[in-house]
């Protein structure tokens, strides 16, 4: 039996089948290994609203609890976008000071100490409770839970309805996204604004990096599929904005339906969306092409590699990488260990690929002869760091938008 659109109900259509996969973010100790939970990571789009979802989710308290270990403020650059994104909602959305702001997907309150340190009324949604201790220390209001429309009435009760909502990265993480959109609908003000970021569907596509295809992402928004699930509840998008983070991610701005006039992007996008086929489903039987010729393209550079008997560290257990890892089959035998500069994850085991997690200070000793870059998304900040590795001989690997040795 075919699944139903998580959206419209419409049957789904399957695109890409990723194989049995752990969840990404489940780094794990040795003793750990024998009792690991995989789950069927597959990709399907919807011929009626366009979403393109996947097909199974592991349950939500499974993915987001105590121990979750992604950290926002693990990149300096991805701390100053969101400084830049707060003084911008600062100076256009915030009518007077006694204005109220909900973030969900809070983590570490990279984002949200910035209302908080600029005395602005705020509240945090996060139910990862460890990175919500970790906002809580940045001075930011927190309430450990997952955002719903029970949640939200719960904070329209207490605190009354929100100027401006925020959701970074954290959209298409949920999969009940009726529930979540209606309670931005319940939450916002008349003239209030939600504003979202999450990676793109088409720069997914442009580049076939289908390492953005993980259990924490439910969806892969377009602007066309997001606003067929904005539409029953009387949201639309009223701007759109392209960013470079996390590998290519779009800013929606949303509001009530008839409260804002949309800009004059919104329509270009809309148009731009459909000249490059998000509505075909041969663009996805395309991408699925281009995957596994990515796939075959990595583990040939990693076989020629090994037999040269050239060392390869990884850099960066970004969640992606476990995608990457598992859908190529890349054990130890090719890449000896990841580096990354997240404490929790470090001591540990990549999820289902087992590379131990090593500290950044393990990169330069010694320099391997390659670096394999799981953290893509951050190339130019990790490439200007690592200067030195360049300098000593030590080359990258870079597999979006293709396999290559940098440089
Ligand atoms: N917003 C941060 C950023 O962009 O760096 C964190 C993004 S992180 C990938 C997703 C966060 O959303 C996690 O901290 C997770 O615990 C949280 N989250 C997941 N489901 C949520 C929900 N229903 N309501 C609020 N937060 C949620
Ligand atoms: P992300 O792509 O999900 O943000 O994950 C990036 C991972 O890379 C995260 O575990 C932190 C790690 N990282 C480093 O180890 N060094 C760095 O300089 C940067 C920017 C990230």
Request: glycine share 8%.
């Amino acid at each position: 039996m075919g699944k139903n659109c998580l959206i419209c109900g419409f049957p789904i259509e399957p695109f890409l089948d990723l194989g049995p996969m752990p969840k990404a973010n489940a780094f794990l100790s040795e003793e750990e290994f024998a009792g690991e939970i995989f789950f069927d990571l597959k990709a399907a789009f919807c011929p009626s609203c366009k979403m393109v979802q996947l097909l199974d989710q592991p349950a939500r308290e499974s993915m987001f609890h105590d121990g979750y270990p992604f950290l926002s403020g693990s990149s300096s650059h991805m701390a100053s976008h969101f400084q830049s994104l707060a003084r911008d909602v600062l100076e256009h959305f915030i009518p007077d000071p006694t204005a109220f702001v909900v973030e969900i997907g809070t983590n570490d309150g990279t984002l949200l100490k910035h209302f908080s340190e600029a005395g602005i009324r705020h509240l945090g949604i996060e139910p990862s409770a460890g990175v919500a201790r970790a906002a809580q220390e940045h001075g930011v209001q927190v309430h450990s839970g997952f955002f719903d429309e029970a949640l939200a009435l719960h904070i329209v009760r207490d605190s009354g309805p929100a100027d401006v909502f925020l959701a970074a990265n954290v959209m298409c993480h949920i999969s009940y996204l009726h529930s979540a959109l209606e309670g931005i609908r319940i939450l916002l003000k008349t003239k209030g604004v939600a504003i979202f970021e999450d990676p793109y569907l088409c720069d997914m596509l442009r580049q076939t990096s289908y390492d953005q295809i993980y259990d924490e992402h439910a969806f892969v928004f377009s602007l066309t599929s997001l606003q067929n699930a904005l539409q029953p509840h009387g949201l639309r998008v009223i701007d759109v904005n392209p960013q470079q983070t996390h590998g290519g991610s779009m800013r929606y701005t949303v509001a009530r339906e008839g409260e804002h006039v949309p800009s004059k992007g919104v329509e270009k996008l809309f148009a731009a969306e459909k000249k490059s086929g998000v509505a075909d489903f041969s663009t996805y039987e395309k991408f699925r092409i281009r995957c596994g010729k990515s796939k075959k393209d990595l583990v040939r550079l990693l076989t020629d590699l090994k037999q040269k008997r050239k060392r390869v560290l990884g850099y960066g257990a970004a969640s992606k990488s476990t995608t990457v890892l598992n859908f190529c089959g890349i054990g130890r035998e090719f890449v000896e260990a990841i580096c990354d500069s997240t404490p929790a994850k470090q001591g540990k085991f990549s999820p289902g690929a087992h590379l131990p997690i090593v500290p950044s200070r393990a990169f330069r000793a010694p320099y391997p002869d390659f670096a394999l870059l799981f953290a893509w998304n951050h190339a130019k900040e990790i490439l200007e760091k690592e200067k030195e590795f360049t300098a000593q001989g030590g080359k990258w690997i870079a597999y979006v938008p293709e396999v290559k040795i940098l440089g």
